[in-house]
C-alpha cells in the first residue's frame, strides 16, 4: 500500500507534494541495493515561479555590467517606435507603410528582448536565493526539506526556461528586422521573393511573411542582402548570421527542440525516469536496472539552463545593439536620398 503524504509550508516552502512513504517489497529492494533511502519523493508542484529574495538583490542584479547593456538596448529598440510617422512621412521614395511596419517590428524585438532580461532575472534571483538555506528551512525535517528543495530546482528551472523562449522569440525578431529592412527598397522585392519566398508585404500576418532564425533562413538572406544596392543594406544578413553561429543560440534551439518535440527530463530532487533505457546486456545477459535513487538526468539543469540564458542573452544583446545602427544608417540614406 501506498500511503499519500501533503505537505504545507509559507513564502519559498510552500508547495503541494505527495511522497510514497511506504513501497511494495519489491520497491523498498531496489531502493536498499541502490543505497539510497526507502522514502521517495515522486511529485511536487511549486506554489510560484518567482524567488522570494528581497528587494536589494533585484537592485544588485541591476547594477551589473550585463543588465545594463541589454536594458539600453531593449530601451533603443523599444524607442524606435517615436520614429514610426518620420520614417513614414520622411522617406517617400520608399513605399507607403514600408517604415511605420519597420519601426513596429523593431519596437517588438525591444519589448522581447526586455522581457527575456526580466526573465534571466529571476533565474539569477533563484540563484541567489538558494546559496543561502533559509533559517526556516534548516528547521523542516529531511523530508520536507527534500521536498523544499526539489520544488525551488523546478521554479528555478521553469524561470531559466522561460528566458530561453523569450530569447528564441527575440532571436526570430532579428532575422525579420533584417529582411524588412531589405525590403525598403522596392526593387529588391522580386529576388526576395525568389530568394526567401516574400516580399514582406506590409502588416501581413501570412506565415510565409515571417522567418524563423535557422541555416537556411539566414543562407537566402545573405544572398538576398548581396544583391542589395548599398553596402549598408548589404551588411544588414551580417547580425542573423552573428546570432545564428553564436554556441549559444545553437544550444537554446537544441533546448526548445527537446522542450517542444521531445521527452524534457524531470528536475532533480525527484524519483524521476532515466532517459535511457533501463535494460543492459552483459555476457550474454539482459538485465533490467534502475531503482530508486539512481535518476540523475535532471542533475544541475536549473544552473545549467540560467549560465545559457546569460550567454544567449549576451550574444543577443550585441547583434542587436549592431542591427539597429546598420538599420539607422540605411533609413537616414534613404530619407537623404
Known sequence: MTEEQQLDGRQDTEASITT?????????AAAESAGAHPQMLSAVSPSRLAAPTPPEAVRGLSLEAWWIATQKVAFDWQ???????????????????????????????????ALALAA?????????????IPPEARKLDEMKRRSVDAANEMAHRAMAELASYYLLATGHTVANVAARALA???????????????????????????????KETVRRL??????AATPAAQDLA?????????????????????????????SA??????LASPWRFSNGAVHMGGGGGQYTDGDGLAGKTTDLARRALDDLTSVMQRLLIQVQTLVDEMMKA
Open 238 to 266: 551580417e547580425p542573423p548570421t552573428a546570432l545564428l553561429m553564436s554556441t549559444a543560440w545553437q544550444d537554446l534551439d537544441q533546448l526548445r527542440g527537446a522542450h517542444y518535440h521531445r521527452r524534457r527530463p524531470q
Open 222 to 227: 545573405r544572398r538576398a542582402a548581396r544583391q
Open 120 to 132: 534571466v532575472t529571476e533565474a539569477e534571483l533563484w540563484r541567489i536565493h538558494r546559496q543561502d
Open 79 to 113: 524607442a524606435m517606435s517615436i520614429w514610426a510617422d518620420v520614417w513614414e512621412l520622411a522617406a517617400p521614395r520608399v513605399q507607403r507603410g514600408r517604415g511605420h511596419d519597420l519601426a513596429g517590428c523593431i519596437a517588438d524585438g525591444g519589448e522581447r528582448l
Open 184 to 214: 525598403l527598397d522596392s526593387q529588391l522585392h522580386a529576388k526576395l521573393l525568389d530568394l526567401l519566398g516574400s516580399w514582406y508585404p506590409v502588416g501581413s500576418s501570412e506565415r510565409d511573411d515571417w522567418l524563423s532564425l535557422n
Open 20 to 28: 510514497a512513504s511506504e513501497a511494495s517489497a519489491q520497491e523498498h
Open 269 to 274: 530532487g525527484i524519483a524521476g525516469v532515466l
